[in-house]
């Protein structure tokens, strides 16, 4: 005579309980090795941030001047420096202080529009050099540029047709949350 063997409801249940945490342990692993590379591949756009910030400084020069960019960028150190944001992807940074405005255009300006609130990823804020003051008598501007991120993040989907800066709403991070990177930067004539 043959025996048939069931599991008990506690071996179900124990074996329920161990797939559970395995699963849990599993999707704790993918979650921080998201979270792992979007911060790696916000440091490596740093280099081309980098390249970005110099092709504002270059806008900014043939504008008004090196002599008058130079009076913009407050000597290093200073407590109100000059200030950009940069959208996520690195390819366009634009000054959002008084002087040049240009981020607050509107989005669809057809010469430069500017970059709404929930794509400032990168706040730029940029200071001369402490030890190469006497730079523009020679002819350039060092600049350093503490590049902070994230700066903003959206807060819900785009508008579609948005064409003002501040249509969709953005949340500052704070400053203690957010990740640091500095840069020098050199502006010839």
């Given at each position: ?5 069931a ?9 329920i309980g ?17 979270s792992s590379?979007?911060e790696?591949?916000?440091?490596q ?26 009076g913009?960028?407050?000597a ?18 634009l ?6 405005p ?25 200071t001369?050099?402490?030890?190469l ?15 902070t991120?994230p ?13 003002e800066?501040?249509?969709?709403p ?8 957010r990740h ?10």
């Amino acid at each position: 005579m043959q025996t048939k063997h069931a599991f008990s409801l506690v071996e179900v249940i124990v074996a329920i309980g161990l797939v559970a945490g395995a699963l849990l342990a599993i999707l704790g692993l993918l979650a921080a090795t998201t979270s792992s590379t979007a911060e790696s591949e916000d440091a490596q756009g740093i280099a081309s941030l980098g390249g970005s910030i110099q092709c504002e400084l270059e806008r900014l020069k043939n504008s008004i001047g090196l002599a008058s960019l130079a009076g913009l960028v407050p000597a290093g150190g200073s407590a109100t420096p000059l200030r950009l944001v940069g959208t996520r992807d690195c390819l366009r940074v634009l000054c959002v202080d008084p002087v040049d405005p240009a981020a607050n255009r509107p989005l669809s300006d057809p010469a430069l529009p500017g970059i709404a609130e929930r794509d400032r990823f990168f706040l730029v804020e940029l200071t001369r050099v402490p030890d190469l003051e006497a730079a523009v008598e020679s002819g350039f501007i060092a600049v350093s540029a503490r590049c902070t991120w994230p700066y903003e993040l959206p807060m819900g989907p785009a508008t579609p047709g948005a064409s003002e800066f501040d249509v969709d709403p953005a949340r500052e991070v704070p400053a203690a949350e957010r990740h640091i990177a500095i840069l020098q930067i050199a502006v010839t004539p």
